[in-house]
């Protein structure tokens, strides 16, 4: 713009001091000006262009260069951090590298420990499979001691069901017996007799008023005529037990007699008795036994007259044949 305003002052002054040639040669130099400034003017433009486009160059440098430094104070950061961090994972690193020699250590302590161990529980396992073993030895033999102790328990019960047949049938053949002899004594009965049944057994009682006199031996008629309906009962049942005994009351024997005591007594009188009765029917003597209780097996035990009357007295007790139910005992 300098350069037009001096260009311009210099033509004005040309113009009006200077011939037409010299301003022809004026004119010329001026439009080679024009030419020069129109070229600077384009140049001028050119380089404004240029110094934009280098401010924002300058400004998108500057931006970076902000940015730069801010990712280089960041990175700092992160450096030092990383850095901090990478101590402590040294230092940790060296604590874990000591707990792991330490753990190693102790590994191979424990290693023994339960090495140890495993050499015990196989000794036990050992010692166990043998048990297991002669358990099942054991077991074998148990087995084979349950089959044959079933077996024997099946004979002890079908022995058993063979002893309850037995002793019903014997308490069938005593009940039956009881009726028979009632029957046959009944003439008897309320005359010092009584038939009674218990434990299995008949008793045959009879008073002594029935079969002696006071301190006799010899046994009255209506006593034989008794023991005689009874001995004809006794031959028909073989399979019946005989036990005759002779009791007394407490009243001491009189001195001076063939006979001792009351334990001598009651033997004779007893012995009397099974003498009719054999006499009698034709029993087996190895039916009959003959006891004398003497005065110590008294019906009862009061000092009275009625007492010593009850005690005074003969029983026939009759019994089963128990031998074959023996036998089945003996063979448990």
Not at 144 to 153: D, G, I, K, W, Y
Request: hydrophobic share 35%; with cysteine; net charge negative.
């Amino acid at each position: 713009m300098r350069k037009l305003i001096v260009f311009v002052v210099f033509s004005v002054f040309v113009f009006s001091c200077v011939p037409t040639s010299q301003f022809k040669e004026v004119d010329k130099r001026g439009d080679e000006l024009q030419q020069d400034r129109d070229e600077l003017m384009a140049e001028n433009e050119m380089l404004t262009v240029d110094n934009t486009e280098m401010r924002v160059k300058i400004k998108s440098v500057k931006d970076q260069k902000e940015q730069f430094v801010k990712d280089s104070i960041r990175l700092y950061n992160q450096l030092n951090e990383t850095n901090l961090d990478l101590a402590d994972l040294e230092r940790r690193y060296g604590e874990l590298e000591s707990t792991h020699e330490a753990l190693l250590r102790g590994n191979a302590r424990e290693t023994r420990r339960l090495l140890n161990e495993l050499q015990a529980s196989q000794e036990d396992l050992d010692k166990k499979q043998q048990l297991l073993k002669d358990l099942e030895g054991n077991v074998t033999e148990q087995r084979q001691n349950v089959t044959r102790l079933r077996a024997e328990l099946e004979a002890r019960n079908a022995r058993l069901m063979e002893m309850e047949n037995m002793l019903y049938r014997k308490d069938s053949i005593m009940n039956a017996l009881k009726t028979t002899v009632s029957n046959a004594l009944m003439g008897f009965e309320g005359q010092g007799l009584t038939v009674t049944q218990r434990n299995g057994k008949v008793y045959v009682s009879l008073e002594e008023k029935l079969l002696f006199t006071s301190g006799s031996t010899s046994v009255d008629p209506n006593g034989v005529r008794a023991l005689r309906q009874l001995a004809a009962v006794l031959a028909t049942n073989s399979d019946i037990n005989i036990m005759i005994e002779g009791h007394t009351d407490d009243v001491p024997f009189r001195k001076g007699s063939s006979i001792k005591d009351n334990w001598d007594l009651s033997v004779l009188r007893a012995t009397s008795i099974v003498r009719i009765i054999q006499g009698a029917a034709n029993i087996n003597p190895d039916r009959i036994t003959v006891a004398g209780r003497g005065e110590y097996l008294p019906i009862d035990s009061s000092d009275s007259p009625e007492a010593r009357r009850k005690n005074r007295r003969t029983e026939i007790i009759l019994s089963p044949n128990l031998d074959e139910l023996y036998k089945i005992l003996d063979l448990n």
